[in-house]
């Protein structure tokens, strides 16, 4: 899987339709053909949050 947000492959899979990128510290939900994508700070805290397209 390749991160929508830095285009990284270095991902993760943490949960049911739920990643993390390791390099932009992004989680990645999958819902039909769009990924919701939320920045998170160094505290754990979302920094923001937004929807792209995603084909699988």
Not at 7 to 15: A, L, P, Q
Not at 47 to 53: E, I, Q
Request: charged share 25%; aromatic share 8%.
């Amino acid at each position: 899987m390749e991160c929508p947000n830095c285009k990284s492959t270095n991902v993760g899979k943490i949960g049911n339709n739920l990643y993390f990128c390791r390099d932009c510290n992004c989680e990645i939900k999958i819902k039909k053909c769009t990924a919701v994508v939320s920045m998170y700070d160094a505290e754990g805290c979302v920094t923001k949050r937004f929807k792209v397209c995603y084909n699988a």
